[in-house]
């Protein structure tokens, strides 16, 4: 008669039952197989990097570099470089504006009044 115990065993469930289990799993046979994936895995990697490289570098080929292309020739006619008075129109876009000017001015000569009060009230005066 069987026993009663929850835990059964595959003598108990009979010879069918323990047929049906599959042997351990042998890696030694399946080497070559397992090095093959391992193989493809690496060249996937590999190739998904060099992919991702080469569509930055179109970008960077076909959008940053083409702008710069055309840059300095739209500078140079938009700032009118190529124009007889051409020295006096860069001098006159890197001249300072006469607010900011007289702002630093007053700002430097401001420096200069705390500077002196400073050192007057070293003497104690």
Known sequence: MPSASPSRTTESAGPSMAANVP??????ALQHELE??????????????RILDDVQRA???KFLYGFCDGLQE???ERLALGAADAKTQCV?????DPSDAAKREALLSQKKLESAMKTLNAFGL
């Open 23 to 28: 042997p351990p799993f042998n890696t030694t």
């Open 36 to 49: 093959l994936m391992a193989d493809v895995r690496a060249y996937f990697d590999i190739a998904h990097q």
């Open 59 to 61: 970008i960077d080929l």
């Open 74 to 76: 739209f500078m140079a």
């Open 92 to 96: 006159a876009y890197l001249a300072e």
